[in-house]
Every structure is written in structure tokens, then in C-alpha cells.
């Protein structure tokens, strides 16, 4: 008889500890959820691998399980290790920059993604079977709550007119990761540009990157390819990514245009 392997993963490491102190406490999901101010489903999704736990659940869990330390270790570790490896330093740098700055050619930025466009996106990974691609849409989900901090960072994402029109995953996912992006545009910490098919040629179309800067003039850089990524720190090369940047900036609509065209390939107005 086969048996399963038991989960070592980050995630799964959270999820089997939480269950065992919930256990261990005599309480059920829907007690331990009334008691930390999170819906049960949460709690069963986190012990199902469906979700990455956040920070402030994990202090809460702590307290009122009388684990000092132990679930706020184990959420940082379950969201920075499903990530590659080569994008673990530009993630924590990006979890604490004040200023964030993101130039996508091909798909929407993750920080922006619906959890159906990332797993749309995600599943065609070479070799990543169900549990793992639900993991990595969960850790992704979670990089986003550094957009719902008490003090966000300012984000200001340029997005290629063809991120727009490609489809992935059916048209009601295309659909409603455009009226997101278009719903998001109007938080006070967030920019959204277009760079439309008509400016041409231009220097974004020689990758996607990204920059993160702090209050303390810290700034890095962030550039992926097909098979990896790198982070760039030296200040010359990072310097060179915010000409681009602004380079990009002067050919993006402004933000209204910007929106309005999000919503006419949602197909929410007329052409």
C-alpha cells in the first residue's frame, strides 16, 4: 500500500501545527475563528494549504494558544519559502519598501493578480502538481497584504496594452482581473498606467522589472527571466532601471485614460 508523503513544506508546516495546538485546546475551527476575529472558513482554508497565514493572525494565534513566537516564526518562513529561492531577497525587501514601482510587458503585476488569474497563471508551470500550484497561489495572494498595511507603500504599476488583451484562464477570469485592476486604481497608494500599442517601440519592450525603494534612500531592483530572476542593488544598474521606469512614465496614458481603457477591454464601455 502507497502512503503519502507528510507535508514539510512552510505551509504545511503552519497548517499541521495549527491543528494540532486548535486540537490540543479543545477548540474547533469555529471556536479558535471567534476567538482570534477570522471567519472559520479561514481557518480551515490555512489548515487545508489553501491560504498563507498573515502576520497579524499568527500573533493572535500565539497569544490565545500560548505559543509566544511559535505561529509568527512559522508565517514568515511559510511566506517567503514556497517563492523561488532567487526571488526570496527582493520579497522581503519589497515587504518593507515605502515606494514600489513595477513595469509589466507580458501579465499583470502579482501584487495586482485575482487568486484565479495567478492560478490560471501559475499552472502552467512545468512539473507543478495540484498541492504545490495551490501553494504558490496562496503565498502570492499573501505578498499582496503588503498593499493593506496601516501606512501601504506608494505603488505605481505600468502595464504593456497587451497584458490587457491576452487571455488567461476563460474570459469571466480576463474579466474580472481587469475590473479588479481598474478597482484597485483608485486606492490613494495606487497608480495604475497604461502604455498603449501606439507609442511603439519603446524600452520596456526589452523585459519586465521592478523597483522598491525606502524612506532611507535604500532602492533595489528586480529583473526576471523564462528561468529566473536577480536582484539589483548596485547603484548604477538601479539607476538605470528608474530612467527606464521613468522613460515608461512619459508614454503611459494618464491615470482616467488609463482606467478607461482597462474597461473597455472588460468590456464594461463601448469602444
Same mark, same amino acid.
Given at each position: 500500500?502507497? !502512503? *503519502? ?8 508546516? %503552519?497548517?499541521?501545527?495549527? *491543528? ?15 476567538? =482570534? ?25 500565539? @497569544? ?6 511559535? %505561529? ?23 515587504? !518593507? ?9 507580458? =501579465?499583470? &503585476? ?13 499552472? =502552467? ?5 495540484? &498541492? ?29 496594452? !497587451? ?25 490613494? *497608494? ?12 519603446? !524600452?520596456?519592450?526589452?523585459?519586465? %522589472? ?34 527606464? %521606469? @521613468?522613460?515608461?512614465? *512619459? ?18 464601455? &463601448?469602444?
Amino acid at each position: 500500500m502507497k !502512503t *503519502s508523503e507528510p507535508d514539510t513544506s512552510a505551509l504545511g508546516l %503552519f497548517a499541521a501545527e495549527l *491543528s494540532a495546538a486548535r486540537t490540543a485546546a479543545s477548540l474547533s475551527q469555529e471556536e479558535l475563528g471567534a476567538r =482570534v476575529h477570522y471567519s472559520a472558513s479561514m481557518i480551515a482554508m490555512i489548515e487545508g494549504r489553501k491560504r498563507a497565514p498573515r502576520l497579524e493572525l499568527a500573533q493572535r494565534l500565539d @497569544d490565545e494558544l500560548g505559543t509566544p513566537g511559535t %505561529f509568527v516564526r512559522l508565517q514568515q518562513a511559510a511566506r517567503i519559502n514556497p517563492l523561488p529561492q532567487w526571488f526570496r531577497p527582493y520579497a522581503e525587501i519589497e515587504a !518593507t519598501a515605502t515606494r514600489l514601482k513595477s513595469w509589466q510587458a507580458n =501579465v499583470v &503585476d502579482g501584487l495586482l493578480q485575482t487568486e484565479d488569474y495567478a492560478r490560471a497563471l501559475l499552472s =502552467v508551470r512545468p512539473n507543478t502538481n495540484a &498541492d504545490e500550484l495551490e501553494e504558490l497561489v496562496a503565498v502570492r495572494i499573501e505578498r499582496q497584504a503588503v498593499l493593506s498595511r496601516q501606512v501601504p507603500p506608494l505603488l505605481l504599476v505600468l502595464l504593456d496594452e !497587451t497584458v490587457l488583451m491576452r487571455p488567461v484562464g476563460s474570459p469571466k477570469i480576463m474579466h474580472d482581473q481587469l475590473i479588479y485592476l481598474e478597482e484597485m486604481s483608485h486606492r490613494p *497608494s495606487i497608480t495604475i498606467g497604461v502604455v498603449p500599442l501606439e507609442a511603439g517601440a519603446h !524600452t520596456g519592450l526589452l523585459g519586465s %522589472f521592478a523597483l522598491a525603494e525606502a524612506d532611507d534612500a535604500a532602492r533595489a531592483g528586480y529583473l526576471e527571466t523564462a528561468s529566473t530572476g536577480m536582484v539589483v542593488e548596485a547603484p548604477a544598474s538601479v539607476t538605470e532601471l528608474a530612467v527606464a %521606469f @521613468d522613460d515608461l512614465l *512619459s508614454e503611459a496614458l494618464p491615470r482616467a485614460q488609463s482606467r478607461k481603457l482597462i474597461l473597455k477591454k472588460a468590456g464594461e464601455i &463601448d469602444e
